[in-house]
């Protein structure tokens, strides 16, 4: 159901009871007037009787008299059944002809008759000289009450059902202008979530403070998946650059290091076999050449593995694969920096599987970064930290003079954030004047 016809209803049926409480409240204000009408009438009638009997009294001999009850009711503006009941138990009646149930009480529903108050009967002594003469009963005509009562209600009905029908069509049409932004909205949601991401501008500004909001958040998410899908672009473009980079610099590894040493393995061994062939005489000196080449090629396999494939860390352990790592690193700078490991934390040996693999690839990257980018620096320190809200690793250094640092448009740091946040960590990036500090946490219970 759309929310048009959802509000609408909801007006109705709250228009209906607003029209019921308003009925239910007239019936009971115009019970209670002609109640109170009533009252004064049986008080004039009752003395209008008195009167009567004492004018009989005054007028004729003395004897058992009862007022002239047609006259009586005749001064009435409308017809009421009147008894009069002598102190002798003898009873007179006018206009009291049993009335049939009036027809409109039968064509109403039970519980609707019954919320309209019956006619009362209503009873007052009768007193001639100072005593008690008689009793006087009077019950109106129920048929007039009832049909008072019945037109107040139907009068109430009709100009309700009017206003409830003028209300409704009043409200059908503003309702339907009011969320006619919505259409726009979802059309932009929509083209959201298809391939094609709306420009920012294309929904208007709204007057209505909640529409306004909505299309505020709607461009705010366009701009956001326009800059993620830009992000992943460069990132795509960024990690097949890197692959390929890899790739090269593996086949330069190969060439320069291991096969230059296997090259010089065959110069070594083919000039063996000549002097063999000249039957010179051998002794274990002379593989001594090869042996040495033969290692060089074995540290510089081991050290390309190494760089392809991490360190099996459920053997090796975390903290023993960084300080490799960092052993590695300190060879090549060659002090500038100096590097200093600290591990803390008695959970470290249960690091592994991704956080380990994670934590190793960020401290790969920030001490190559450090010997791109902080080949000036005194001292770098790298710390492994475990507590029980998680895993820290951070690695900051000095940066000499007044040399502005800056996260540049490089991408490894970005690649780190992506992979931390992937599982469920985050990186901290502080760079100042003199320092530049990376943090990376992980929370605890990471699958290992
Ligand atoms: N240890 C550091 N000391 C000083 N500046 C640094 C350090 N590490 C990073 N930076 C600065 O932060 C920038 C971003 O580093 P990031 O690793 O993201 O990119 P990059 O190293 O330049 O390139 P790549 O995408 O190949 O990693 C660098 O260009 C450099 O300016
Ligand atoms: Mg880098």
Request: glycine share 8%; aromatic share 4%; charged share 25%.
């Amino acid at each position: 159901m759309s929310l048009k016809w959802h509000l609408l209803i909801r007006m109705t049926l709250l228009g209906l009871l607003c029209w019921a409480a308003v009925s239910l409240a007239v019936i009971a204000s115009a019970a209670s007037r002609t109640r109170s009408e009533l009252e004064q009438r049986a008080d004039r009638l009752a003395q209008h009787m008195e009167l009567d009997l004492a004018w009989q009294m005054t007028a004729a001999a003395a004897g058992e008299r009862s007022p002239e009850l047609s006259r009586i009711a005749a001064a009435m503006p409308e017809p009421l059944c009147i008894r009069y009941v002598a102190m002798n138990g003898r009873e007179d009646e006018h206009g009291c002809e049993t009335e049939p149930a009036t027809r409109a009480h039968h064509r109403l529903p039970r519980w609707l008759a019954g919320l309209i108050p019956v006619a009362p009967t209503l009873e007052r002594p009768v007193r001639l000289w100072g005593q008690t003469a008689g009793t006087a009963r009077f019950t109106p005509d129920p048929q007039r009450l009832f049909d008072a009562e019945w037109n107040t209600v139907r009068k109430l009905s009709g100009l309700a059902a009017l206003t409830i029908i003028a209300l409704d069509a009043l409200v059908f049409w503003m309702i339907g202008h009011a969320l006619s932004p919505t259409r726009q909205i979802v059309a932009a949601l929509d083209r959201l979530a298809g391939s094609g991401v709306p420009a920012p501008e294309q929904l208007p500004r709204y007057q209505v403070r909640e529409f306004r909001d909505i299309s505020d958040g709607v461009r705010q998410l366009a701009l956001r998946l326009k800059q993620a899908s830009d992000l992943r672009d460069q990132l795509t473009s960024k990690l097949i650059r890197i692959q390929e980079d890899e790739r090269r610099e593996l086949t330069h590894a190969l060439h320069e290091e291991v096969g230059q040493s296997v090259a010089a393995t065959a110069v070594a061994v083919a000039l063996l076999r000549m002097r063999i062939g000249d039957g010179e005489a051998m002794d274990e000196n002379d593989l001594e050449e090869i042996d040495q080449t033969v290692e060089q090629t074995q540290v510089a396999l081991r050290s390309l593995l190494l760089r392809v494939r991490p360190p099996l860390f459920e053997q090796q352990g975390l903290v023993s694969a960084l300080n490799d790592l960092v052993t590695g690193w300190r060879a090549r700078l060659r002090g500038r920096p100096q590097l200093h490991l600290a591990t803390a934390g008695h959970d470290l040996a249960g690091i592994g599987g991704e956080q380990a693999l994670c934590l190793y690839r960020v401290m790969q990257e920030c001490l190559s970064n450090i010997a791109r980018h902080a080949g000036d620096s005194q001292r770098a320190e790298i710390a492994l930290h475990c507590g029980p809200r998680g895993v820290e690793a951070r690695v900051s250094n000095d940066v000499p003079g007044d040399r502005i640092v800056s996260r540049g448009s490089g991408m490894g740091l970005q690649l780190l954030e992506e992979r931390l946040r992937s599982l469920g960590g985050c990186l901290e990036i502080e760079a100042t004047a003199s320092r530049f500090d990376v943090c990376a946490r992980l929370p605890a219970g990471n699958p290992a």
